[in-house]
Each structure stands twice: as C-alpha cells, then as structure tokens.
C-alpha cells in the first residue's frame, strides 16, 4: 500500500524505476573505452614500445565497438552493480565481445595485407592470433568491469517485506 491507501503490484513497481539504458549505453561506451586507451597506452609504455598519439587515438577507436557492444548487452540484461555476480557477467560480456572484435579485426586486416584467407589458417598465424585474442578478452574485460562499478545503477527498487502481494 502506498501512502493514498492504494495497492501497489510488482508491474507499477517497476515501472517508478526504469533501467537506465541511454545512461548505461553512452558511459559504457565512452568512458570503458577511455578505460582501455588508458591502460593499452600504459601498457605499451611499461613494454617500451615507440608510439605516437596516432595510436591512442587508434586504440580509442579500435575499443569504442567491443564497449558498445557490451553496453548493448549489459542493458538488454538489466544488470545491477549488486555483488560479485553481476561483475563477473560483465566481465565475461566485456571479454566476449572484445574477442569477437579482435578476432574479426586479425582477419579482416589479414585478407587486407595479404590478399587470402586461406593463408590465415595456416598454424602459426593461428597461435599469434589467439594470444592476441586472449590478450584482448582480459583488457576488454577488466574495462568492463571497471566501467561498470560506476555506470551501472546501483540496485533495483527494494520492496518493503511488509508490503502483501
């Protein structure tokens, strides 16, 4: 019962908090993917490699797709920032759609390059692809998770236990 004495059910409940989809898409989208152009950039400092502020750009760029797609999933799901459960969805959303998108960047800039698909399957092309695969899976998700402790909602709407159904 609410204060005017009127029932509440569960389908209004619901409705007096909606999931927070355009919230939840654009920090996913923008600030995981800062996230990873962050930790990419540190990385390759840690390794020594020369890089110019080209390849921050590009790794922003490469990482906007996988964190959309994870924003993608994380609000089809409805997933709440509420235990070790809902980060380790959002970790494996994070890494399968940073896989799928590393996987199908390696082939096509293969057939690019190359000119052959065919000459991709050969077995040492293979190994090399899939540390870098595996590689990205874990950045991508970790940024998922790190993005998620502050872009997704809190917790649904906790129902009052003396309130009757």
């Keep these: 019962m609410d204060n005017d004495g009127n029932r509440i059910d569960k389908v209004s409940l619901h409705t007096l908090m909606d999931y927070p989809t355009k919230q939840v898409l654009i920090l996913f989208s923008l600030v995981g993917t800062v996230i990873g152009g962050i930790i ?32 993608v999933y994380v609000c089809y799901r409805k997933i709440y920032a509420e235990g070790i459960f809902s980060s380790v969805v959002v970790f494996f959303a994070g ?38 695969m595996i590689f990205a899976g874990i950045l991508g998700g970790f940024c998922a998770v790190l993005t998620g402790l502050f872009a997704l909602p809190k917790s649904e709407v906790k129902v009052d236990k003396t309130l009757k159904e």
């Design 40 to 71: 990419l950039t540190m990385l390759m400092l840690l390794i020594d490699i020369n890089f110019s502020y080209q390849m921050v750009i590009f790794s922003l760029l490469i990482g906007i797709l996988p964190a959309t797609l994870t924003a």
């Design 95 to 132: 890494a399968v759609s940073s896989i799928i998108f590393a996987m199908l960047a390696i082939v096509t800039l293969y057939i690019i390059v190359n000119g052959s698909f065919m000459e991709f399957l050969v077995w040492h092309n293979l190994k090399a692809s899939l540390v870098i």
